[in-house]
């Protein structure tokens, strides 16, 4: 009895990272696209750079739409850059 409800809730949670099912029974897949265009799967975690600011964001769906969620300020990439840059500036004004 536990493990068949344990089975059915998992099976009501799964569907929120699931493609969408048209009326016609066709598969709609649902994922988000990158600054190339390159496709990005629900669930991914990327870094973006909008506007010359760098984070990490996560592909997730809201309200039948995927859309990027800011899940971190910065990327691992863009501290480094930070750094060069500090680092080359108080060099280059310190010469």
């Not at 496709?39 to 984070?55: N, S």
Request: proline share 3%; glycine share 8%; charged share 20%.
């Amino acid at each position: 009895m536990l493990r068949t409800l344990l089975i059915a809730l998992l099976a009501s949670v799964s569907p929120v990272w699931a493609d969408v099912t048209a009326p016609s029974g066709r598969v709609i897949d649902c994922y988000c696209t990158d600054s190339t265009g390159d496709r990005v799967e629900l669930g991914d975690v990327i870094c973006l750079r909008v506007d010359g600011r760098m984070f990490l964001a996560r592909c997730e769906m809201s309200l039948n739409n995927p859309m990027w969620r800011e899940v971190q300020e910065g990327c691992t990439t863009s501290r480094l850059e930070r750094l060069l840059q500090m680092g080359l500036a108080s060099r280059n004004s310190g010469s």
